[in-house]
């Protein structure tokens, strides 16, 4: 049984750096000890559907060796084929009795679980000491993101990485290797495109009330999948995938894909964080479930002599950015994975972005998908950096941290700050109002409810110790 005293208890010998179990063995002893080939004993949280997919991503690199798989519905169809794939592995439903049982058998830990519950398993995961692989995105509030790398601060031999593949495939290199050549300057504006359809076109818009209750699966543990969440009775539009539908439990379509399309802008031209938040345009707007399109623009401002940057953001079927002369054609990117929506289908204009500078524009995809100059003759005057090779895919990328090889290539203190631009993002969504923030106070100065929001609501009885560092 994991209790408030034990779970304080490991996070400050965790903190001190006491021998418990292998907490005080860092990544750099690691691989001291046991070198790059070595596999690390790996805990899967959320093993069916895209956690099934992460895992045998896992499973590929050859380094890792799985040892626990845990999931709230561990009897429901789609988790059973991971469970029948590693039978050796021990089984859980609730994440804290798997680190309160086997907490010294795990070295790290992969995490596929819904938005709202990605914050609770980072923190414990942290607090044994255990390294950290969270989908994206990192936290579903603000104030989650924050406390997330503050932690990570804290364990500071704990290597984390968010689940965003672009960051070691070729676009990453790509942009780095560009702006280190002058290639890409002065970048002024940036639109970010995701308009394929979503789980929640089509939903009624009227919406007053929430789902009404129905049974819940004799397999699900329910209170385990709400977790710091406020109570919700049981009802399957939460469940599978459409929890990304709802405010409460999902970060929509701007913090599903916003991390494959953003995440390489808002790092290489050191966004930080908007000082405006502006909702242009939600249709469909409702207090409960995204808009079914929105136009949201982030304003950023000057950093190390670079110049003021707006970010623009759409998705929606009917809700396309200006496309610039000579764009051509929106290539579909092969490596973008199957989701439970299904595969992403070629379309007039695939998830990607626009990049403007003030002599060139740039055209881009999603995921590790690269840029290209536009038009197409502009490009031919201009000699292009060689652009190195990735090291080592993401999941491999993270393990060979694990083992003090690498190091990861999208850390909580890199992919934090993005994760709270989304949150920032669907806070003017779900207010349906313009935002400033101070981004020196971390505030938000006109909207004193919205101020609130930053923090979210409180965590339901329980939970609490999970936001104490």
């Not at 300057?185 to 308009?195: E, F, R």
């Not at 923030?437 to 965590?459: C, E, H, V, W």
Request: proline share 6%; hydrophobic share 40%; with cysteine.
């Amino acid at each position: 049984m994991v209790t408030r005293r034990n779970f304080l208890k490991t996070a400050a010998m965790a903190s001190a750096g006491l021998a418990v179990g292998n907490l005080s063995m860092n990544a750099a002893s690691y691989g001291r000890v046991a070198g790059a080939n070595r596999k690390v004993n790996l805990a899967c949280i959320g093993i069916g559907n895209r956690g099934e997919q992460i895992i045998g991503d896992f499973e590929q690199t050859g380094l890792a060796n799985i040892v626990a798989l845990c999931d709230v519905d561990m009897g429901a169809p789609h988790t059973q084929k991971s469970i029948g794939k590693y039978p050796k592995a021990k089984q859980f439903k609730d994440f804290r009795q798997m680190f309160d049982k086997m907490g010294n058998e795990i070295e790290a830990v992969m995490i596929a679980v819904p938005d709202h519950s990605h914050f609770p398993i980072t923190m414990m995961a942290m607090a044994y000491g255990k390294h950290v692989y969270v989908e994206k995105p990192m936290a579903r509030t603000f104030y989650e993101a924050e406390l997330m790398m503050q932690a990570a601060k804290k364990y500071s031999n704990v290597v984390t990485q968010v689940g965003n593949q672009g960051h070691s495939e070729a676009n990453y290199f790509q942009f780095k290797a560009w702006m280190d050549a002058g290639i890409i300057k002065d970048v002024t504006a940036v639109s970010a495109h995701m308009n394929n359809p979503r789980r929640w076109h089509g939903w009624d818009t009227n919406i007053y009330k929430l789902p009404a209750g129905e049974p819940i699966p004799s397999t699900l543990d329910w209170n385990t999948w709400l977790s710091a969440a406020a109570y919700h009775d049981y009802n399957k539009l939460y469940h599978y995938g459409d929890w990304r539908c709802w405010y409460d439990f999902g970060m929509g379509a701007l913090g599903d894909w916003g991390a494959h399309i953003l995440d390489t802008v808002h790092e290489f031209l050191d966004l930080g964080l908007p000082y405006e938040i502006n909702p242009v345009k939600l249709t469909g707007h409702n207090d409960y479930f995204y808009p079914t399109s929105s136009t949201i623009l982030f304003r950023f401002p000057q950093r190390a002599g670079m110049p003021p940057v707006d970010v623009t953001w759409y998705d929606g079927v009917d809700n396309q950015p200006p496309i610039p002369d000579g764009y051509g054609v929106s290539e579909l990117d092969p490596n973008i994975p199957a989701s439970g929506a299904g595969e992403i289908k070629a379309a007039a204009l695939n998830p990607g972005k626009i990049i403007y500078s003030k002599d060139l524009t740039f055209k881009g995809g999603s995921h590790g998908s690269t840029l290209s100059i536009i038009p197409e003759s502009k490009a031919k005057s201009i000699i292009l950096p060689e652009v190195p090779e990735s090291p080592s895919n993401h999941f491999a990328n993270f393990l060979l941290a694990c083992s003090g090889v690498e190091k990861t290539r999208s850390p909580f203190e890199i992919h934090g700050p993005l994760s709270q631009v989304f949150s920032l993002g669907v806070m003017a969504q779900r207010l349906n109002t313009r935002l400033f923030f101070d981004s020196r106070t971390k505030q938000i100065t006109n909207n004193q409810f919205a101020n609130a929001m930053l923090t979210g609501i409180p965590p339901r009885k329980g939970w609490e110790d999970f936001y104490k560092i």
